[in-house]
């Protein structure tokens, strides 16, 4: 302990030390992912999304319409194209609902991860400004476009219903599989934010990776339809390659739950079994990866911003 | 004032809010300012060079509970870093900052403002960012809004907000946050003469309510206005630490004083080993050209020199009120200039004198021996003289050039030498006036009191 610049300074430290009780206050140790208090983070965490919420709701004239309307109008596309291009479709039972059902969940897949590589830059001026924990900034962009998802999944459930759906006891499997969405996107969304800090071109990048996942996932296809094929030699599955991947593994869960044996589980999709246990293992190594990262680099992303 | 908890409710009042203890930063700022995948793809094992920039370097101190203590310093001189430090906003690379107390920190007004938000949302986003519960923070909210003047326009969204209502509005939350310590940017302070107004009149309350406060600022008005106590820092090191009233005089120094700031410089270079870039980037090239002396301060511009050689300055200085050269004056003290005059022809009766100018190239002082003793002899080849004036200084705190000459007894330059050298007067009370004289304030009562009280500065 070096000598402190004041007798002030001087004088408390050296009685603490005689007396052998705490004469300083709390050590001040910088900022961190967590905090130290986890309510506190809760409590920003959840500020802050309701506030960006109500922004996107009061913001534009629309409003709540405009928040319903845009996987509406991309599944009237979709469905307009797909259905007289390939009539066979069709056939598949709760089509509509089920391409509604894709694009809601890409959309909360999308919004969550696309949102949160920009999400520490955005929030520069409050993590530059105020110590608080940092986790707060990339967890309430997931809150929020979980608080989307939830609006958007009423006019699925209206689909299914006007579909001829009837409830089931697997609607109830809904919030677990949401549950797991959420926790691989934030594990993407934790991930991703640091990444951006230090280089760049993640943001286009994942731009990329997010489309490619668009079409490499079956949102307006059936995971049926999706047959082997031989690539560059090697034979592929490519249905139970698509599948790997959590979001899909979760979409095709949730088909499952709502609308009947008619769409296949996650298990029986990717081959069976234990199989399944690899969207698992990558989601969870997703979280655990994404959080390590995230926490690494908080103490010092106020100044690398 | 409300707003504040007692000062230490719950915190024993033996332990000082504030000790900082031997603290470190660096910062590494890498040379290409933006990195991408790309390439640390295509050059997977390549270490981006980065340049140091040791932003603290060994900073202890310790703040008194109620205390207002101020940390000044040049730009660039850490003062920022160490608010963010003891913030909890960066990280120290080494040594401790202990609090005691609840602590809130103000660098900017309104964090988390957001324009398309009513006031209401704000102001409760704000409170909570600075700290509060959301609960908390509601309950607070009328008190706040009542604070703020603003009860009309609660609905209203802030970008339809006057700047004075946003101060307001950002003020009235931020002393509603019940800190026992503030740490607080002078950033706050920036904006037009009303908004700064607005702010020292807050700052005025805070201090009047005896929370501990920290305020950083390189205005040396408002410390010398708020602070009991000051640190002033100079390239990551605390240079001095005490009363306003020194700690202003030393910075005035360091601001103007080349010969301090060298010195400054110095010895961070031989502490660093030339560890920091930055503090080589700093040192500032001395006046060349300006004869035997050191820095003029406009080292570019050629002096221009009149005579017709009979006789030759070859060297003038300052002296201070002990007769040592100077480079640096204090406003108050006896002061003096003087000159070296070497003679390459025999001269009679010649005149010596000086012209002082301040950076506005006002005259302030014409001085020479033509009123005094105009004839002081012959002076033959070979012949060196120095000659002297001493005055008491009364000029206001700024930057002096002064024009030595030599004249023959009927006229004519034998040599004059424009603006030859230049010196800081430092002082610690900053007005505009040209001239800081000697004066005092009386202020004299009616009846029944006691005729006068005094103010003697």
Redesign the interface.
Known sequence: ??????P??RQ??ENGARAGA??????????SALGSDP??LW??T??LAT?EF??AF??SALGYLWQLMRPLLLFGVIYAVISSVIGKLASVPFYPTALLLGIVLFNFYGESSGGGVASLINRE????????PRLAVPLAIVLTALFNLVLNLVPVFIFLLAEGGRPRLSWLELPLLMAMLACFVTGLAMLLSV?YV?????KP?WEVVLQMTFYASPIFYPITRVHSTTILGVHVNLAHVLMANPFVAVLQQARHALFGPGHPTAASAIGGGAMILIPIAILLVTLIVGFIAFDRAA??V??QL | MRGYACPQTMSDLSIPPIVVEDVHKRFDIPREKVSTLKERAIHPLRRSATDTLRALRGVSFAVNAGEFFGIVGRNGSGKSTLLKCMAGIYATDSGSIYVNGRMSTFIELGVGFNPDLPARDNALLNATMLGLSPREARRRFDSVIDFAELKDFVDLKLKNYSSGMLVRLAFAVMIHVDADILLIDEVLAVGDAAFQQKCYDEFERIRASHATVLLVTHDMSAVQRFCDRALLLEHGRPVELGDPESVGGRYLELNFSQQAREAEEAASVAEDNQDSPRAHATVETSGAGAGENSSTGEADVPERRYGDGRAEIIEAWFEDENGARAEMLRTGLQCGFAARVRFNAQVENPLFGINVQNSHRDHLLSASNLWSDPRVGTFGPGDEVTFRVRFQNVLAPDRYHVTPAVAGHGGGWIDRRERMLSVVVSGTHGTDALLDLPYEVVIERGERQPPHAELVR
């Open positions: 302990m070096s000598a402190p610049a004041t002030q300074a408390p430290l705490p004469a300083l206050g709390r050590p001040i140790k910088g900022p309510k506190r409590q920003l959840w500020m506030t109500k922004l009061f913001g001026n409050l993590v530059r400004k105020i110590q608080f990444a230090r280089y760049r071109d993640v990048i103490p010092r106020a100044e």
